[in-house]
């Protein structure tokens, strides 16, 4: 079972909204998800989208992911790469959605981090290492359900893998 993930962070602050993650204005796309995931964060970061490589890590303040419910927000962050999302808090529906659609969300105090630095993540000890600094911080770590729910892909895939919700 995959619990250690390794990248680079993109800070961003707090308030960050469904729309900030996947524009409006490009609602049209939402057929089309890996050419949405190319605009993904653009109206926070114009830049986050080209520069993002696999297994980094979205690092944000309060409420990451308010406003509306639509799943395609942590969907496009999960196409472009983003191992998983770090953040002081997130709205239910966005924390939800990301669990189903295999996106492992991680509530932790977030200021220390900075843009650009290393991490490594450790989803079942509930270790944030940034190696950029040379600090250790913590979050609670997932249970292995979790984890096993994550790694089969979010929660449809592991209910068509396994035949069922099974945990065991």
């Known amino acids: 079972m995959e619990t250690v993930y390794k990248g680079k962070a993109f800070k961003f602050g707090d308030d ?15 057929t089309n998800l890996p050419e949405l995931a190319k605009h993904v964060l653009e109206d926070a970061d114009p830049e986050f989208a080209k520069k ?13 992911g308010l406003g509306s419910s639509r799943e395609h927000a942590p969907t496009i962050i999960k196409m472009a790469g983003v ?9 239910r529906i966005f924390y939800r959605n990301a669990i189903n ?16 630095d290393q991490l490594e993540v450790d989803l079942s000890s509930g270790t944030i290492k940034d190696v ?4 250790t ?8 359900a979790m984890i096993k729910i994550l790694n089969d892909g979010g929660l449809v895939a592991h209910i068509e893998k396994n035949g069922g919700f099974n945990i065991d």
């Open 101 to 116: 659609v295999g996106l492992p969300v991680l509530i932790c105090d977030t200021d220390q981090i900075s843009e650009g």
């Open 83 to 91: 191992s998983a999302v770090l953040a002081k808090s997130f709205a």
């Open 137 to 144: 911080l913590t979050f609670s770590p997932l249970p292995d």
């Open 52 to 64: 993002v490589q696999k297994g980094d890590f979205v690092v944000a303040g309060n409420n990451f």
């Open 16 to 30: 960050i909204s469904t729309d900030h993650i996947a524009p409006g204005r490009l609602f049209h796309l939402r």
């Open 132 to 135: 950029t600094k040379g600090i």
